[in-house]
């Protein structure tokens, strides 16, 4: 009987310690929490870390953690600090999809990440991975068709230089060789591209920034069309939705303008 009772006292006492323990770790992201919105972030990451510390199941502190991580991260700076920096954050994004593989910030962070180091084939594959788990995102759609673009466009501007076409010649490119291999090589590429922006704007019809890019994608890709007819089609085509563009800035401005409105800044839930 005494051995029973042993036991229950000392599963109490566990069972209060690990109480204590997850409050301790709550009082420690919120104090990180207001670091971080000071823009303190070294102090926010000891106090992250130290939330993760007392309760290594609080998801939402690792979340907070991997992004003051990334937000010192300075995109194409090559120094081994810069670099652990962004390690440091993918490492803690990927803990929580360990925990929850379908965290959605935590793909999209890492997914961003890649981005800003223009690793396109892996930020593809996260921002892929994030259509996946959340299809309604606009976003992630949009993300797909800048990295198609992102792609293309320095193969397209390269092509024109060495065929001397300055910026403001008309296509399409006359040199069939160079627009052949161009064409198939980056048309599946275009092609899906656009076919993201489309996803994005169908969620969101107001997407301006998504409207900009198929204005783009549609401009240049006009130059491996075979004919100026198709060109000149394909042209039209790109400021028509210049003009979306334009049309909806200038309605959102206007909207703004009478409510108030402002932008809210994201953090992890």
Known sequence: MRKIIGIAAVASVALLAAGCNKLQSRDQLNKGVQAFKNAQYPDAVEKFKRAVELDPTFDTARLYLAT?????????????????????????????????????????????????????????????????????NATAYYSLGFLAWSEWYPEYQKARAELGMKQEDPGPIKDKKVKDELKAKYGPIIANGIKNLDQALKIDPDYDDAMAYENLLVRESADLVDSKQEYEAEVKKAD???????????????????????IVAEQPQ
Do not use: C
Not at 108 to 121: D, V
């Open 68 to 136: 003051a991580y990334m937000q010192q991260y300075i995109p194409g700076a090559e120094s081994p600090e810069n670099k652990q920096m962004a390690q440091a954050a993918f490492d803690n994004f990927q803990k929580v999809l360990d925990h929850d593989p379908r965290n959605d910030v935590a793909i999209a962070s890492i997914a961003s990440l890649y981005l800003n180091q223009k690793n396109w084939s892996e930020a593809r594959k996260w921002y892929e991975k994030l259509t996946a788990v959340s299809p309604s």
């Open 240 to 262: 028509d939705w210049v003009q979306r563009a334009m049309d909806t800035k200038k309605r959102k401005a206007e909207k703004a303008s009478k409510t108030g409105g402002g």
